[in-house]
Structures are given as C-alpha cells and as structure tokens.
C-alpha cells in the first residue's frame, strides 16, 4: 500500500501541495485529476522522490519512503517509474535502446551508458515493443515517431524497469483523443495483466 500523510510542498513563500493524505492499496489504479498547477505533477515527484516533501511522510508496504537516502533510494525510483508528458526520450537513438535504458538502474551504468546490451534485455524490450503494439518500430529514431507512439516507448522503458508502481505525469497532455485513448488502455491493460499500481494525473 502507498500511504501519504499530510504531505505538504513549499516552493518559496508558494505552497504547492497542502496536507495531503490519502491510501492507495498495491495494485489499483488511480486518477488524479485536477487543474494545472494545482499540484498534481509536483505530488508525483514527491512520491517518486525527485522532489522531497517539505513536511509529511510518503510510505510503501511499511517502508518510509520519504527518509530513504543512498543505495535505498536509488532502489525505490528503480521500483516507482515515472512516465512524462514529454516522454523523455533520447530523440536520436533508435526505438528499442530508449527502451533499454530503463534498465540504468538495475545494471553497471558504464555498460548502458555504451549501449552494451545483453540479448535477454533485447529480448525484454522486444516483448515490452510488442505488448505495446509498436514493435515494428524497434529501429527506428525515436524523433521520428508520432505523440502516441513516443509516449508507448516511454511507457515499455518504464516497464523494462520491472517496477512495482508507474507514475504517469499526465500521459495523454499533448495528444489527440485517439492515440490519449490508446495510450490510457495501455496503462489499464498493464495494470490488469501484470497487477503493477499506476497512479495517472489527468488535466480537466
């Protein structure tokens, strides 16, 4: 179970986020929607922990997530992956390394930073294309896909991660009503199939 307890965000005089408590039992999926700057992206990177609370507590299955330093916390990013509105991927590498490196945190980083892969990461990342729908695109750059297909590539590097929860800062932002839909019935399917937590914020 995520637990967040008066969890609060102050950026200067601003406060970002106020007091925020709520439970999300492991294997749901949540929404969180609201207008923009009301806080939604900064309270998901404080649960990732890209951003640390100003006061508060954030626990996961008994572990104090909001205290975790060092090794721990590079353990629970590793765990809890972020996927952006921007998609966040490497324009001019091909499809199937952006993939790859979401396994940074799992492998010697000199080794990914080489792009030296093993054939059974090639492998995950295929069968992460795949469950996607956009394996035929595995070769190519990345700056040459659409919105929709950029944002599922983030979301198969996500899962190369083999994460507990995923973290979707608003997925569907920049894209048409088509490919949003596809993209939200990945992030369910996932969900479903797999039983990973996916915490989504949502612009209204």
């Avoid at 990914?112 to 996607?132: G, H, P, R, V």
């Avoid at 973290?167 to 399917?189: F, G, H, Q, W």
Wanted: with cysteine; glycine share 8%.
């Amino acid at each position: 179970m995520l637990k967040l307890t008066n969890v609060s965000r102050r950026f200067g005089d601003k406060l970002a986020c106020t007091e925020i408590s709520l439970e999300i039992p492991a294997g749901q999926m949540v929404g969180i929607i609201g207008r923009s700057g009301a806080g939604k992206s900064t309270l998901l990177r404080m649960i990732n922990r890209l951003i640390d609370v100003s006061s508060g507590g954030i626990s996961f299955a008994g572990t104090e997530v909001s205290s975790l330093r060092g090794g721990a916390l590079r353990a629970w990013q590793r765990d809890c992956a972020m996927i952006f509105q921007q998609f966040n991927l490497v324009p001019r590498l091909d499809v199937i390394t952006n993939v790859m490196l979401g396994r940074l945190n799992r492998r010697n980083t000199v080794l990914s930073l080489l792009q030296i892969f093993s054939e059974e990461e090639q492998l995950m990342a295929l069968a992460a294309l795949e469950k996607l729908d956009i394996a035929s695109t595995a070769s190519q750059w990345a700056q040459t896909l659409s919105g929709g297909q950029q944002q599922r590539v983030a979301i198969a590097r996500a899962l190369m991660q083999e994460p507990r929860m995923i973290l979707a800062d608003e997925p569907i932002a920049s894209l048409d009503p088509r490919n949003a839909k596809v993209v939200m019935d990945s992030l369910r399917a996932i969900n479903d199939e797999q039983g990973i937590t996916v915490i989504t914020n949502l612009h209204t």
